[in-house]
């Protein structure tokens, strides 16, 4: 699976912005995926994921009041809804694919990882 993620950008404190990551392959609807991000000079931090079964998981607390993960199979697509964007979401934005075993949340179970995209949000 070859995964491209879009839709950062530049945008101001409170606005809302919908990552896609489109993915390659025939494999998409059998694969976990997820979206990380890395702010300059901090480790990469799992955001979100979405089990191939449906099952949804969210990082902080903060990020399950404001994000929703979703995927579209028909579409080979996973998007993340950002909504009341603060400007410390600012950060590359990772799409992720793995198969359907072991923790969602650790970066090294999954295999297959997107270009990232720019979220940079002003205050």
């Known amino acids: 699976v070859q995964l491209q993620a879009s839709g950062g950008g530049l945008v101001q404190a409170g606005d809302s912005l919908r990552l896609s990551c489109a993915a390659s392959?025939?494999?998409?609807?059998?694969?976990?995926m997820a979206w990380f991000r890395q702010a300059p000079g901090k480790e990469r931090e799992f955001v979100a994921a979405?089990?191939?079964?449906?099952?949804?998981?969210y990082g902080d607390s903060s990020m399950k009041g404001r994000f929703t993960i979703s995927r579209d199979n028909a579409k080979n697509t996973v998007y993340l809804q950002m909504n009341s964007l603060k400007p410390e979401d600012t950060a590359v934005y990772y799409c992720?694919?793995?198969?359907?075993?072991?923790?969602?949340?650790?970066?090294?179970?999954?295999?297959?990882w997107g270009q990232g995209t720019q979220v940079t949000v002003s205050s």
């Open positions: 392959g025939r494999t998409f609807s059998s694969r976990d």
């Open positions: 992720a694919a793995k198969n359907p075993s072991g923790s969602v949340f650790l970066s090294n179970t999954y295999d297959n």
């Open positions: 979405i089990r191939s079964g449906g099952a949804i998981y």
